[in-house]
């Protein structure tokens, strides 16, 4: 069968709704696009663990430190799914994770901002865990198996991620004025950043529409931004927060709230490695790397003798 004609059936399969499986023919720009969000989304997990992982020895009760401690190994294992959803496509994880290390890969831009109070986890529990649903649920119907199944899971645990910060906010936001005030600084300092984790408009997304056409992503970047915008400022009023944003203004036609223009001047700014913590992340990240030298050492070895001992026996 002819390459053109494979890729005809494909895209038929695609537009049946049917789910391609690793084993699955697939055109090569498919399997590149994949390994492409899916090994990013691998490292925005691993890297997203950093910033509230500066939180845990300071959580302001036991109660806090168990279920920041449980959030941050969540992100961990989604870390550890996704990279190997993209190992069905032969990605290897070396590969993949030298790309990150050696900053050819991007992760979500939204992790190279500081926390600097513990209101800090509250709302990023809330916001972008909340952006992160957002996105993922749609995944959870991507056309590649287990990319969907992968989000199917942590879907779930983001639930639990969003619900845990979004108590935390109403308690900071009904709370003594200097917690009012924290919450609500924290709130102004992460709206903007967590907005940008959908990507730039979809007239300036180069990958936007290929993924649509392929049946990866079936919502544009915008789309899901305003899904996000219209929930969560309802959530925020609900608790006495204010968004910052002037223009932002209910459209009772539409029924979105129409809001102000992202500075995407930061964005990619950030993007292009010169966010306020870029530099600290990738040196934390490079450093975790190089002392797990051992660890992974020990597993291959433990490895290596495990497929000794299975030979012999055999
Ligand atoms: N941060 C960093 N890079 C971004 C970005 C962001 N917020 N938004 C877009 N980009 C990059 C894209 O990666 C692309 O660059 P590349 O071609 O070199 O990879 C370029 O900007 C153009 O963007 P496009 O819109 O064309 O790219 P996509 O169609 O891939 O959309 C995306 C970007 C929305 C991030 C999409 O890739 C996606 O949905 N990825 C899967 C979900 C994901 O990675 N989420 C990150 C957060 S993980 C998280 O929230 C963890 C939770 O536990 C908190």
């Not at 942590?154 to 917690?179: L, N």
């Not at 129409?258 to 040196?283: A, L, Q, Y």
């Amino acid at each position: 069968m002819s390459k053109e004609s494979k890729a005809q059936e494909f895209q038929e399969r695609i537009d049946n709704g049917e789910t391609i499986e690793p084993k699955d023919w697939m055109p090569e720009r498919y399997q590149k696009q994949l390994i492409r969000m899916m090994s990013q989304h691998a490292h925005s997990e691993v890297v997203g663990m950093l910033p509230e992982g500066n939180w845990i020895t300071r959580a302001p009760s036991l109660r806090r430190k168990m279920i920041l401690l449980s959030k941050v190994q969540d992100e961990a294992g989604h870390g550890l799914y996704l990279y190997s959803a993209t190992e069905t496509l032969g990605a290897s994880r070396q590969e993949v994770l030298d790309d990150l290390l050696n900053g050819r890969a991007k992760y979500s831009s939204i992790f190279n901002y500081p926390t600097l109070s513990w209101a800090d986890v509250a709302v990023i529990g809330w916001l972008v865990d909340g952006a992160a649903i957002i996105n993922q649920t749609m995944l959870a119907r991507s056309s590649y198996g287990p990319y969907s199944r992968a989000m199917v899971r942590i879907c779930k645990e983001e639930s639990f991620h969003k619900k845990q910060g979004y108590e935390m906010v109403a308690q900071m936001a009904d709370g003594t004025p200097e917690q009012q005030e924290m919450i609500q600084d924290a709130v102004d300092r992460w709206w903007w950043p967590t907005l940008m984790m959908f990507g730039p408009h979809d007239e300036d997304s180069p990958n936007s529409a290929e993924l649509i056409k392929w049946g990866v992503k079936s919502k544009t970047n915008d789309e899901l931004r305003q899904s996000f915008v219209d929930r969560h400022v309802q959530e925020a009023h609900a608790v006495g927060l204010e968004i910052p944003d002037p223009d932002l203004e209910y459209n009772e036609e539409t029924e979105h709230w129409e809001f102000g223009e992202i500075d995407w001047d930061e964005f990619w700014n950030v993007v292009r490695g010169n966010g306020p913590m870029n530099k600290e992340r990738m040196k934390t990240r490079r450093e975790a790397h190089e002392n797990g030298k051992w660890v992974r050492k020990a597993a291959e070895e433990y490895a290596r003798k495990q497929r000794l001992q299975k030979e012999k026996a055999s």
